[in-house]
């Protein structure tokens, strides 16, 4: 069956330093990957999406990378802040539409 | 805001209640969404609907019975629920269903069964 794997439940980084988060899959072929980030109490919100045929993916302080050889994508926060503090949601979608979410993984800035 | 707004934002209820949660969504969107978030567990989802038309049921129990009125508004009645059915239920809308759209999620309605 599809599995989904975020590397971590937690992550715990110093401000201003790189958070790197995982997304790994096993037996799926997405069309594309979707991140959010969703605060305690609230409903997920997207972030990034980047399609199967593209290695890279920016938008301001974020980079998404998606090897679909090694089955992993990778979530970059450079000069992270404690603002940035949240659970990340990595998320799989095929050609039928559905996406399949992964656990999440709660990254935590201190100052 | 996410132009989806859900109530109640928290419920109680007990096993014999009957209560209904709320979705409106101001998109414009054809598609709407019930997932359910259970602590440590990944979104699940429950009910796709299409242009008001229900394109997906993932096996969830009878105990819980959605409704499309119209594109812009989603319920989800329940009734006889179990406790382990206490989680974070989000609706979500994208402009199409079967597309590679990012979803708009509301804040969810927390549930508690007693």
Same mark, same amino acid.
């Given at each position: 069956? =599809?599995?989904?794997? =975020?590397?971590?439940?937690?992550?715990?980084? $110093?401000?201003?330093?790189?958070?790197?988060?995982? +997304?790994? %899959?096993?037996? %799926?072929?997405?069309? %594309?990957?979707?991140?959010?980030? $969703?605060?305690?109490?609230?409903?997920?919100?997207?972030?990034?999406l980047i399609?199967?045929?593209?290695?890279?993916?920016?938008?301001?302080?974020?980079?998404?990378?998606?090897?679909?050889?090694?089955? $992993?994508?990778?979530?970059?926060?450079?000069?992270? $802040?404690?603002?940035?503090s949240a659970?990340?949601? +990595?998320?799989?979608?095929?050609? =039928?539409?559905?996406?399949?979410?992964?656990?999440?993984?709660k990254l935590?800035?201190?100052? | 805001?996410?132009? #989806?707004?859900?109530?109640? /934002?928290?419920?109680?209820?007990?096993?014999?209640?009957?209560?209904?949660?709320?979705?409106? @969504?101001?998109?414009?969107? !054809?598609?709407?969404?019930?997932?359910? @978030?259970?602590?440590?567990?990944?979104?699940?989802?429950?009910?796709?609907?299409?242009?008001?038309? /229900?394109?997906? !049921? !993932?096996? #969830?129990?009878? /105990?819980?019975?959605?409704?499309?009125?119209?594109?812009?508004?989603?319920?989800?009645?329940?009734?006889?629920? @179990?406790?382990?059915?206490?989680?974070?239920?989000?609706?979500?809308?994208?402009?199409?269903?079967?597309?590679?759209?990012?979803?708009?999620?509301?804040?969810?309605? @927390?549930?508690? #069964?007693?």
């Amino acid at each position: 069956s =599809q599995k989904i794997e =975020q590397n971590s439940e937690a992550l715990n980084i $110093q401000e201003g330093k790189t958070a790197t988060l995982t +997304c790994n %899959y096993t037996n %799926y072929s997405p069309a %594309y990957l979707q991140w959010y980030r $969703q605060d305690p109490g609230r409903g997920p919100v997207f972030l990034l999406l980047i399609r199967e045929n593209e290695k890279e993916k920016r938008k301001e302080r974020l980079k998404v990378t998606f090897d679909t050889t090694l089955k $992993q994508s990778l979530f970059h926060i450079t000069a992270s $802040q404690p603002a940035d503090s949240a659970t990340y949601l +990595c998320a799989l979608g095929g050609s =039928q539409g559905n996406l399949i979410f992964g656990k999440g993984t709660k990254l935590s800035v201190k100052p | 805001e996410t132009g #989806v707004t859900q109530t109640p /934002r928290h419920l109680v209820m007990g096993m014999t209640n009957k209560k209904s949660l709320k979705c409106e @969504q101001h998109l414009g969107h !054809n598609a709407m969404y019930w997932y359910k @978030q259970s602590a440590k567990k990944p979104l699940e989802l429950m009910f796709v609907y299409s242009l008001e038309e /229900r394109v997906e !049921n !993932n096996s #969830v129990p009878s /105990r819980f019975s959605p409704e499309c009125p119209n594109s812009s508004h989603l319920f989800l009645h329940l009734h006889t629920l @179990q406790p382990e059915d206490s989680a974070l239920y989000l609706c979500a809308s994208s402009p199409f269903f079967d597309s590679n759209e990012k979803l708009f999620f509301g804040s969810g309605t @927390q549930l508690s #069964v007693l």
